[in-house]
C-alpha cells in the first residue's frame, strides 16, 4: 500500500492506494508524494491580494480597448456566465440518461436551429475550434465526392489571403492545396480561378469578407465557377460578425460553413480556448455531419446518426457550456440585435479607419467589420515597424491589434474595433494611435523600445518561440 496526501476543502488528509492500482494504471510513482506537502500558512486576505496583484498583469477585453483583428474579441456579456453556471447545465454528464438531461438537449436543437437561421445551413455542434469545424467541413466535402465514386476530386483552392488554418486542414484531411492569387481589389482573381478549376477540384475555400475586411462582390461568380467544375464551396465563418443577420452564407451560393461560435456569438476565447467550431452544411450535405445529431421527437429530444455521417470528430457532444453561452447572446438579441450589431461593427471599423487614414491600407475604400493599416511608408521613412507601434499601443493602455497579417500587406496591422466600443474610446483610441505615428518621426528610439510600462519588457519574440523556457530555474 502507498499512503498518498492530499488537500481537499475539509483540509489535509492522508489515505492508502493499492500499489497495484498504480502500476495498472501507469500513474507513476515518481509523480506521487509520500509526505505531507510543505504549503505556506498565509492569511486569506495575503492570498487575495497575491493573486490580484498577479491579475493586475493580464488585460482583457473588460480592460480597454481589444482590436485583435479577424479574432473578433468582442465583449462578452456576464449574463451568458450566470446562464453557463446553471446546474442544470454544468453539474450533468454526457453518459447520463437522455431523458435526464432534456434540457440541455433541447438547448441544442434550439441553438442549431437558430444557427441555421442565420447561416441557411444544417448543422452540427461537435467540432471543438474554429480549425476543427474547417477540418470537419473538408471532411464532409470529401466523403461526399467518394460517396459519388469521384476519387479524383483531391484538390482544394485556397485564396493568397485565406488564414493559415484553412491549407493547415485541408492538409490534414488528405487534399492538395492550389492557390489562387487576389486581384486589386482584394478579392479573388477571377480569371485566375478558371484557370485551376477542374475536375479534380474538390472545393474552394472562402472567407467573405475577406481577411482585408473588405466583401467579395464576386461572389456569385466565384460560386458558379467552381460548382459548374462539380466542386463545392467552403465558408470560413471566422468574419461572420459583419454579416449575421445580414446575408446567410447558404444564399450566396456556400455549401459548407463553420462558424467561431466563441467568437461571433461571444464566450471569452483568450489564452487559446474555450472554443466552439460548429459546421453546417446544406440539405444534400446534411446526410455526412458527424453523428450524433440532435433531432425533435413529439415533445422531448433525442440523438440521432445521420446516414452517411463521416462519424465523430469530437467525444460526446461539443463544448457545451460554449453552446449555451452563445444560446443565451442570441435569445438576448434577437433576430433584430443580431442584425443590428453587425451593423455596428462595420459602422465601427470605418469610422476607426477614416480615423486612422494616414496610415489606412485601403485609401477611401469601405470596409466591413475590420481593415487593415499599413505601416509600410513610416517604417521605410523612420524605422519604425508595425511590430513597434503595436508594442507602443500597450503603453497607451491598448491591447495591439494582429500584426503582419494578411501576409500580402506590407508592415500590416488588423484592426477589429466590433460593434460594442463608443464613439467616445474610438476617437481617443484614434488620437493615440496618430500621436504613436508622430513620435515615430520625432522619437523613433524610445518606440522601438516600447513598451516601457509593463511587467515584462520586450523579449526577444525569435528566440522566445524557438527556444522556449518551459521549466522555472531553481
Known amino acids: 500500500m502507498l499512503t498518498i496526501y492530499d488537500r481537499s476543502k475539509n483540509g489535509r488528509h492522508a489515505y492508502e492506494m493499492p500499489t497495484s492500482f498504480v502500476e495498472e494504471y501507469n500513474l507513476g510513482k515518481e509523480f506521487l508524494q509520500d509526505k505531507m506537502p510543505e504549503l505556506p500558512q498565509v492569511s486569506e486576505i495575503d492570498i ?17 480597448f481589444y482590436p485583435l483583428g479577424s479574432c473578433t474579441m468582442k465583449y462578452n456579456p456576464k449574463v451568458n456566465e450566470i446562464v453557463a453556471g446553471f446546474d442544470g447545465f454544468n453539474n450533468i454528464h454526457p453518459e447520463q ?104 477540384t474538390a472545393g474552394l475555400m472562402l472567407t467573405n469578407p475577406n481577411t482585408l475586411g473588405l466583401f467579395d462582390a464576386n461572389i456569385e461568380k466565384i460560386a458558379e465557377i467552381v460548382h459548374n467544375a462539380g466542386g463545392l464551396l467552403y465558408y470560413d465563418g471566422a468574419n461572420l460578425n459583419a454579416v449575421m443577420g445580414v446575408v446567410r452564407p447558404a444564399d450566396t451560393g456556400f455549401d459548407v460553413v463553420h462558424l467561431n461560435i466563441h467568437k461571433t456569438f461571444s464566450t471569452p476565447h483568450g489564452g487559446g480556448g474555450p472554443g466552439s467550431g460548429a459546421m453546417g452544411v446544406v440539405d444534400k450535405l446534411a446526410d455526412f455531419l458527424p453523428t450524433p445529431i440532435v433531432v425533435k421527437d413529439g415533445d422531448s429530444y433525442k440523438f440521432a446518426e445521420p446516414q452517411y455521417t463521416i462519424g465523430k470528430v469530437k467525444n460526446y457532444y461539443g463544448n457545451f ?5 452563445a444560446y443565451a447572446y442570441i435569445r438576448v438579441l434577437g433576430a433584430t440585435g443580431i442584425k443590428d450589431a453587425s451593423q455596428k461593427a462595420v459602422l465601427n471599423a470605418n ?64 484592426f477589429e474595433p466590433t460593434e460594442t466600443e463608443t464613439k467616445e474610446t474610438l476617437d481617443d483610441v484614434a488620437v493615440k494611435i496618430l500621436e504613436i505615428v508622430k513620435n515615430a518621426y520625432s522619437n523613433s528610439e524610445y518606440l522601438k523600445t516600447s513598451p516601457h510600462t509593463t511587467y515584462i519588457g520586450r523579449p526577444d519574440e525569435v528566440i522566445a518561440a524557438r527556444q522556449p523556457i518551459l521549466k522555472i530555474e531553481k
Open 48 to 64: 487575495v491580494r497575491h493573486y490580484t496583484e498577479l491579475s493586475s498583469h493580464a488585460y482583457g477585453v473588460d480592460n480597454g
Open 351 to 414: 469610422y476607426l479607419k477614416y480615423k486612422l487614414g494616414s496610415i489606412d491600407y485601403q485609401k477611401g475604400r469601405k470596409c466591413m467589420h475590420e481593415f487593415v493599416l499599413s505601416m509600410e511608408k513610416v517604417h521605410n521613412e523612420t524605422g519604425v515597424s508595425a511590430l513597434d507601434l503595436a508594442k507602443a499601443m500597450i503603453d497607451a493602455n491598448m491591447h495591439p491589434p494582429t500584426m503582419y497579417f494578411p501576409l500580402i500587406v506590407h508592415e500590416a496591422l488588423m
Open 97 to 200: 440518461p437522455v431523458k435526464s438531461v432534456q434540457g440541455a438537449l433541447e438547448l441544442m436543437y434550439k441553438l442549431s436551429e437558430q444557427l441555421k437561421a442565420i447561416t441557411g445551413m444544417n448543422m452540427s455542434l461537435q467540432p471543438a475550434a474554429g480549425a476543427h469545424g474547417e477540418f470537419t467541413g473538408l471532411k464532409v466535402i470529401k466523403a461526399y465526392h467518394e460517396h459519388n465514386k469521384d476519387f479524383k476530386r483531391t484538390k482544394i483552392i485556397v485564396p493568397d489571403s485565406a488564414h493559415g488554418t484553412n491549407p493547415a486542414s485541408a492538409a490534414l484531411v488528405g487534399l492538395e492545396i492550389v492557390n489562387v492569387p487576389s486581384n486589386d481589389d482584394g478579392g479573388v482573381d477571377i480569371e485566375a480561378l478558371k484557370g485551376v478549376v477542374g475536375d479534380d
Open 321 to 325: 457550456l460554449v453552446l449555451v453561452r
